[in-house]
Each structure stands twice: as structure tokens, then as C-alpha cells.
């Protein structure tokens, strides 16, 4: 198996068609197919099911999609890596982050860094807490911003400050002018939750003698979002999920008399050297925080 098959394969996965897949890689078909014939013998399994219309993958062609994926951007990583300038003035940086922390909190600090290292590009990867480190496990990232809990077994961290938790909500559900609501208003009423947030949402429920009602929870915010803005629930998102919102139509609230707060984390692999460019952000992310602190 070499990096041509593995090309080769993705190209016919996505596209579902010998004839398109031989097209987008400029070969002609009957190379391809050799080629894909000589992989499934030498994995000793199908990939694909055949039929005259459509190529559909199989369970096993499903897991090296995945795999294949995966090590095609490792090598894509390391390539960048080593032609990276050692002075971390060119090179591109691989960055993984959750979607809250992607749309309000990185921009600023990629601005900064772009603006000192305009010689560096950036390869950035969304998704939950789980899929970053593990992006950052196998080395297609380098630097991920994350949410706790995370497995801190295989990373090294750089703790945020908290982050309060808001509720968002469209103004015919909490019919609120205040910027703040109390805790026990939420009794009885739907809440939209992301699955990382259901037990402290839930324990704070308790705490104020009530059991929550979850009309629905999601391992993406934006969802939870576009159901508050139709009227469906309330979510209850952090601060920084106040960039994804535009209009009248969507408010957010304080809790009082006590807030509910999330954590976050930039994290790096432990025992990982940095590339130029890594360290260069992570000591200007560094440097950038201790100002805010100190303000």
C-alpha cells in the first residue's frame, strides 16, 4: 500500500464513480481500477460493492476511507513541517478547534500572529473536543483548543479563564427585558443543551429543586441555536457563542444568582517537539493572555 493507492481510493470513495474518480485524478480508468484491485488483494477484503450506476463502500472500505484520510494529512503535515524555515517565519500551522472557540475567541489571536509572522499559513480543523485530540494524538495537528474534560494523559495544557454559560432564547419564551434571569425560571421549560453541558446543567436544575425538561442535546451548538431562534427551547451555550448570533430575534441571558461557567484549554501533544511556528504562537497565545489578565 503506498500514498498513490491511498489517493487513488479516496478519489473513487467520494466521487462513486470509476469514471469521475479517473477524470478528477487525470489517469484514464484501467490503471484505477488495477490499482484498486491490487489493494483490496493485498488487504485481503472488499471495499467497494460494484454496480453499473454506483461504487458504495463497504464496512471495511468505510474504515480505511477514515484511515486514509488520516494519513494523508499526516503526511501533508510533515512535508509543511520540514519545509518549514526554522526561524518560524514561513511554514504552515496546523490548529484544531471547537466550533464556540473558532468563530469568537482564535480570530483575534490569529490576527496578532498573522500580523508578526505574515509568512505563516494555517490549516484549521473544527470539531468537538473529542476529535481534536485526537487529531492531535496522530499529528495532524499541533495545537488544539478544547474544552473540559479532556484526556490530559497525552497532552500538555494551557488553561483559559472560565467562560459563563449563557441562555439563549427567542424573546416569546422568556418574555425578559432584564439582561438576567433567575435559575428556577427554567423549570418546566425546553431546554437545548450540548451533550458536554447535560450534567452540570442538570445538577444545577437539582440544586434549585427541579428536574430539567431536555427537549433535545447535540454535539454542536449551532443546532441548539437555530432551535432557540425558532422558538423551540431555550439553549444554554457559552459566553462566546454570542458571535454565531445576528438580529433581534435571538437574545441572551445571565443566570443569577449563580453562574454557570465552562473551561477551556489550548492544548499540544506531551513529549511532542513544537515546529517553529507552534512555538512562536504558543508564546505569543502566552504572552497575550497574561496582558489580559493583567488589564
Known amino acids: 500500500m503506498d500514498l498513490r493507492q491511498l489517493k487513488y ?9 470509476i469514471v469521475k474518480a479517473a477524470e478528477r485524478l487525470h489517469i484514464t480508468q484501467p490503471p484505477l481500477s488495477q490499482q484498486l484491485m491490487l489493494l483490496e488483494k493485498e488487504l485481503g477484503t472488499r471495499l467497494f460493492i460494484r454496480s453499473k450506476k454506483h461504487i458504495q463502500l463497504t464496512a471495511s472500505g468505510c474504515i480505511l476511507q477514515r484511515r486514509a484520510g488520516q494519513v494523508l494529512e499526516l503526511m501533508k503535515a510533515t512535508v509543511n513541517e520540514i519545509q518549514e524555515a526554522t526561524d ?11 466550533t464556540s472557540f473558532g468563530g469568537a475567541l482564535l480570530p483575534k489571536h490569529i490576527a496578532a500572529f498573522h500580523q508578526q509572522y505574515p509568512g505563516v499559513t494555517f490549516d484549521l480543523h473544527q470539531g468537538d ?16 483548543f478544547v474544552r473540559f474534560p479532556f484526556d490530559m494523559e497525552i497532552c500538555e495544557s494551557v488553561i483559559l479563564p472560565k467562560e459563563a454559560m449563557l441562555l439563549a ?16 425560571r427554567l423549570k418546566g421549560l ?5 451533550k458536554r453541558h447535560v450534567a452540570m446543567v442538570t445538577q444545577q436544575c437539582h440544586a434549585y429543586g427541579f428536574e430539567p425538561y431536555i ?16 422558538g423551540l427551547g431555550i439553549a444554554v451555550v457559552p459566553e462566546s457563542a454570542r458571535s454565531f448570533s445576528s438580529g433581534r430575534s435571538l437574545r441572551f441571558y445571565h443566570t443569577e444568582p449563580s453562574a454557570l461557567t465552562t473551561t477551556s ?9 513544537l515546529s517553529a511556528a507552534a512555538m512562536h504562537f504558543m508564546t505569543l497565545f502566552k504572552t497575550d493572555r497574561k496582558k489580559e489578565n493583567n488589564a
Open 169 to 184: 432564547a427567542n424573546m416569546d419564551i422568556l418574555r425578559s427585558e432584564a439582561d438576567t434571569v433567575p435559575f428556577f
Open 88 to 98: 518560524g517565519i514561513s511554514g504552515r500551522l496546523s490548529i484544531g478547534v471547537i
Open 9 to 17: 481510493f479516496l478519489a473513487v470513495a467520494e466521487e462513486g464513480l
Open 129 to 144: 473536543t473529542q476529535k481534536i485530540t485526537e487529531l492531535l494524538k496522530i499529528g495532524i495537528i499541533e495545537i488544539g
Open 265 to 273: 484549554a489550548l492544548i499540544y501533544a506531551r513529549n511532542q517537539p
Open 215 to 230: 427537549l433535545c442535546t447535540s454535539d454542536d451548538i449551532f443546532p441548539l441555536l437555530h432551535w432557540a431562534r425558532a
Open 190 to 194: 425546553p431546554l437545548l443543551l450540548h
